[in-house]
């Protein structure tokens, strides 16, 4: 089957549409700038209801590739909000605006850093809903000595970690059944 647009949301996104993480991350090629602008605004539209959004976090016309982001709004606050990961993110060189408008201008620092820095922010993981821990553990050992590997390296308890990533997997296993058999995206989004 074609790699079109929702094909590529569904296998990376499926546990954002599910409610199960707060967000995710797709790389999309297109020369259809016109085009990703329509899909990603006629997105917000149709999901808005079930409190998701879409937003083009990096783009580039040279090689034609973007990354595109799928979170949820409500849940990307409650993030925020937590004392500990506001303090690590201050660290990592974030302004952190009141509480009212951060998840914008949050996701817009972010855009500024995958955009412009020569180093991959990996405090990315944050906001695609990693625990503190994993992202700390990650930038700590520079990738090494984690405790457990699936949908990203887990630094705490190798048994919960093992259990939360299948339960990611079989999610976007059955979220690509369904959707390759007819099911539209806005019926397998859940509002949460």
């Not at 707060?22 to 700038?33: H, K, Q, S, V, W």
């Amino acid at each position: 089957m074609e790699r079109n647009f929702e094909t590529v949301m569904i296998e990376q996104c499926a546990p954002v549409l599910a409610g199960l993480k707060p967000a995710g991350l797709f790389r999309y090629e297109t020369r259809d700038c016109a085009d990703l602008a329509r899909r990603v605004r006629s997105w917000n539209e149709q999901l808005a209801s079930k409190g998701l959004s879409v937003r083009v976090l990096k783009g580039c016309v040279r090689t034609h590739q973007f990354l595109i982001y799928v979170y949820r709004e409500a849940r990307l606050r409650a993030i925020f909000a937590d004392e500990a990961v506001r303090a690590f993110l201050a660290r990592e060189g974030y302004q952190l605006p009141q509480e009212q408008e951060q998840t914008g201008i949050m996701l817009t620092q972010l855009s500024r850093r995958l955009c412009c820095s020569a180093e991959f922010p990996h405090e990315i993981g944050v906001f695609l809903g990693y625990p503190l821990t994993d992202v700390v553990g990650f930038i700590e050992n520079r990738g090494r000595n984690f405790t457990c590997c699936g949908c990203w390296k887990a630094y705490g308890d190798p048994n919960a970690a093992r259990r939360h990533f299948a339960q990611l997997s079989k999610c976007t296993a059955v979220y690509l059944r369904l959707f390759h058999s007819g099911t539209p995206i806005s019926r397998l989004a859940v509002a949460a």
